[in-house]
């Protein structure tokens, strides 16, 4: 049943093509949690058999990264903040601890951001806090596109070197998620201690 259903994704992937690829990653990066996996191993693989570039796959995957993210940002910039402000205190968020995120989007947003897309779960979401905060757009673009585009070399080397072997493919995903949460949080004490050097 598992290789009926992988084989239903390459063959799906395939059909649609880069904008496939670039509207479901837009799914995956807005409000549905779309699993990424699930989209751009076969799209490794499909470049393994030649029927679809590497670059062309990674350009549509985080292109649709990017505009999944930009679409939440905006949302969180026009409803969330009113929201927020408006029956926040209901949950203890007021003026002030928006003015506090803000600040912190401000000096740490770019960290926040790039983190955010390598994590499951959070890569989703990590768009809502920067648009409430208004973290600076081209920033925001330039780092959610990093994170994204690291993420999705993965993915795409993945289904390239695994093929269809799908037991292969999940084992050695789930240890590239427990590495890429190594480096994350080895990046996060990196930069953690960068900034308390800088502010001594």
């Known amino acids: 049943m598992l290789h009926d259903a ?6 799906t992937i395939g ?5 496939g690829i ?10 549905f949690p779309f699993p990424s996996e699930v989209v751009m191993i076969p799209a490794g693989y499909l470049a393994f058999k030649g029927e679809m570039s590497l670059a062309g796959a990674l350009l549509a995957g985080t292109g649709g990264s990017l505009a999944g993210a930009l679409f939440n940002y905006y949302l969180s910039v026009k409803l969330g903040r009113k929201l927020l402000l ?13 003015t506090k995120l803000e600040v912190f989007f401000n000096k740490h947003g770019e960290i926040s951001t790039f983190n955010g897309r390598l ?10 806090p920067a648009g409430l905060a208004r973290m600076n ?4 673009c330039l780092y959610t596109s990093l994170g994204a585009s690291i993420w999705m070399i993965v993915l795409i080397t993945l289904g390239y070197f695994l093929g269809s072997n799908e037991t ?10 427990y590495i890429t949460l190594g480096f994350v949080a080895v990046l996060s004490v990196v930069y ?3 900034q308390k050097k800088r502010a001594a």
Not at 6 to 11: G, H, I
Not at 22 to 31: A, R
Not at 137 to 140: A, G, S, V
């Open 6 to 11: 992988v084989t239903f994704l390459v063959e």
């Open 15 to 19: 059909a649609w093509g880069y904008v």
């Open 22 to 31: 670039f509207c479901l990653m837009f799914l995956e990066s807005s409000f």
């Open 86 to 98: 408006k029956y926040g205190r209901y949950v203890g968020f007021d003026e002030t601890k928006m």
């Open 119 to 128: 994590i499951p779960g959070v890569r989703q979401y990590i768009s809502l």
């Open 137 to 140: 757009l081209f920033r925001f």
């Open 168 to 177: 292969l493919v999940k084992e050695y995903l789930k240890l590239i998620i």
């Open 192 to 194: 953690y201690l960068y």
